[in-house]
């Protein structure tokens, strides 16, 4: 069963870059499936942020698509998220997930962001 | 873009109730792309539903998806303890490719 386990650093200065990664477990990151961000800021609903297949090929939201880049790592069978610059409304748990079909089958704990001077 | 729109915003139940939680999107949307998750607080969300009405690995049968169209329906048979959090619907969009959630619904003890 696969696993994922998001990290990175939980505190990011305004207008700095949040860098994050998934690791996953269970499950290999060139097995031809799609592999996806999600946020939601504190209380409030959940947003998708972008998703990568192993190949390379990427979709991001259009509300946010000039600041994110979403990469894989093969080597370490992980993929990263790059949100760049970043302000307060980008605080938020930032989850990283495994498509299944066209929805998300497993999920990450999450990891809270907090931008903050 | 299409917008998901779940009602009611909060949903006051008892256990051993029938929860019908409704998800309507401003234009049609294939039934394939769309999903329903739950998710409990401090806890990452879980899928429930994908294509309308497939039940996920695992999930209780009390869990049915239904609808087409712009209208789809998530219905809970008999409210267990365990039940009472927030429903999201998803949808897929084909271009340019990504997803969209509704705002959600709680359910909630009441």
């Known amino acids: 069963q696969v696993q994922l386990q998001e990290s990175g650093p939980g505190l990011v200065k305004p207008s700095g870059t949040l860098s994050l990664t998934c690791a996953i477990s269970g499950d290999s990151i060139t097995s031809d499936e799609w592999w996806t961000w999600v946020r939601q800021p504190p209380g409030k609903g959940l947003e998708w942020i972008g998703q990568i297949y192993d190949r390379g090929n990427a979709n991001y939201n259009p509300s946010l698509k000039s600041r994110v880049t979403i990469s894989v790592e093969k080597s370490r069978n992980q993929f990263s998220l790059t949100l760049s610059p970043v302000t307060a409304a980008d605080t938020a748990i930032y989850y990283c997930a495994l498509n299944t079909g066209y929805s998300q089958g497993a999920w990450g704990q999450g990891i809270l962001v907090t931008v903050s001077s | 873009e299409i917008v998901l729109t779940q009602s009611p915003g909060t949903l006051s139940l008892s256990p051993g109730e029938r929860a019908t939680l409704s998800c309507r999107a401003s234009?049609?949307?294939?039934?394939?792309?769309l999903a329903w998750y739950q998710q409990k607080p401090g806890q990452a969300p879980r899928l429930l539903i994908n294509g309308a009405s497939n039940r996920a690995t695992g999930i209780p049968d009390r869990f049915t998806g239904s609808g087409s169209g712009t209208d789809f329906t998530l219905t809970i048979s008999r409210l267990e303890p365990e039940d009472f959090a927030v429903y999201y619907c998803?949808?897929?969009?084909?271009?340019?490719?990504?997803?969209?959630f509704g705002q959600g619904t709680k359910l909630e003890i009441k």
């Open positions: 234009q049609s949307v294939s039934s394939r792309f």
């Open positions: 998803q949808q897929y969009v084909t271009s340019p490719p990504g997803y969209t």
